[in-house]
């Protein structure tokens, strides 16, 4: 099972719609969770952190579920400027103060006038 | 405010030839780290670095190198350039390992033929 798994998509909305990519994680130990943006032939950018209460920051909410080993990104009113692919990130401690970070290989959005 | 500055943009190497990927980076992080992005493939971690002095291997390390003089400096050498290595290459740094806010540089697009 790959460690961490998005759907790749694409996901193809209209201009003001409700999005929703979930992202599932193997490791049980997973201490803490990101979601990335990354325009096309762009660096990854942080969206936001993902906390266990969940958390929202504008038009984007992300949550967590431990007991499934899954988190979401729900995008409100979605604008043509959310077009680009999300990353999922789980970051795991892995041992002599280490940590792992994995990356998904992301969800591509395109939002269409 | 440079944050991550990652040379060259754009490469072309020959097959055997090697080259230096350079980093740099303004915001006294301890952490640093070279990711390769392929399509299909995700982020994946070739060399990484927790301070001046001390680096380590990620997940893809064979045919690279890394060394970590300064706190500032990062730079990744290819020793004998093979197509495989054809890939969009990404220095990245934090506060520490594991910390919230991973920062990327722009990225190289290296094309080995």
């Known amino acids: 099972r790959k460690e961490v798994e998005q759907d790749p998509g694409p996901f193809n909305v209209p201009e003001g719609a409700t999005v929703a990519f979930n992202c599932t994680y193997s490791?049980?130990?997973?201490?803490?969770f990101f979601w990335y943006r990354q325009d096309c032939r762009k660096e990854p950018k942080l969206l936001m952190s993902?906390?266990?209460s969940g958390n929202e920051d504008g038009r984007f909410t992300a949550q967590l579920n431990r007991a499934s080993q899954y988190i979401s990104l729900l995008i409100r009113d979605s604008k043509l400027s959310d077009s680009a692919t999300y990353l999922c990130?789980?970051?795991?401690?892995?041992?002599?103060?280490?940590?792992?970070?994995?990356f998904g290989k992301g969800t591509k959005l395109s939002v269409i006038p | 405010n440079a944050g991550v500055t990652q040379t060259p943009k754009f490469q072309v190497l020959k097959t055997g030839q090697s080259m230096t990927l350079q980093c740099a980076q303004d915001?006294?992080?301890?952490?640093m780290s070279w990711y390769r992005q392929d399509p299909g493939m995700g982020l994946r971690l070739i060399h990484y670095?927790?301070?001046?002095?001390?680096?380590d291997q990620g997940e893809v390390p064979n045919g690279y190198n890394v060394s970590r003089s300064t706190t500032e400096d990062f730079p990744l050498r290819l020793l004998s350039a093979a197509p495989s290595q054809t890939s969009v290459y990404f220095c990245?740094?934090?506060?520490?390992?594991?910390?919230?806010?991973?920062?990327f540089g722009s990225g190289t697009q290296l094309s080995v033929l």
């Open positions: 990245a740094s934090s506060f520490r390992q594991g910390a919230v806010g991973l920062f």
């Open positions: 915001m006294n992080h301890e952490y």
């Open positions: 490791n049980s130990a997973s201490q803490s």
């Open positions: 670095s927790v301070g001046a002095g001390i680096t």
């Open positions: 990130v789980v970051n795991s401690y892995s041992g002599a103060g280490s940590y792992q970070l994995t």
């Open positions: 993902v906390y266990s």
